[in-house]
């Protein structure tokens, strides 16, 4: 899949909210109750991720969640990182 230019990739950001653009990747952080509501809401973003055969790296603290989207195999953001993170979204 082709990479987003950089006005692609702020029009697809402006329509997926709390996603920021940084070193090439887009990037949330979600707070949640404590930890083990932080896992059961990776197992959600996992299962996404896993139907979309598309994953994200992950880092989890106590009750954050970080998730860090890019397309390593085509070089930067594409239209799967926006797709997915909308996805991502949905689950609250």
Avoid: C
Wanted: glycine share 8%; aromatic share 6%; proline share 2%.
């Amino acid at each position: 899949m082709a990479t987003l230019t950089s006005e692609q990739v702020e029009t697809e950001l402006a329509a997926t909210p709390g996603w920021t653009v940084g070193d090439g990747a887009i990037t949330k952080t979600v707070t949640r109750k404590d930890f083990r509501d932080s896992l059961l809401y990776l197992n959600a973003v996992g299962y996404l991720a896993e139907t979309a055969n598309h994953h994200p790296d992950v880092a989890v603290s106590w009750n954050k969640v970080t998730l860090t989207l890019v397309s390593h195999s085509d070089g930067g953001l594409t239209g799967k990182d926006f797709a997915l993170a909308r996805q991502i979204n949905e689950l609250g």
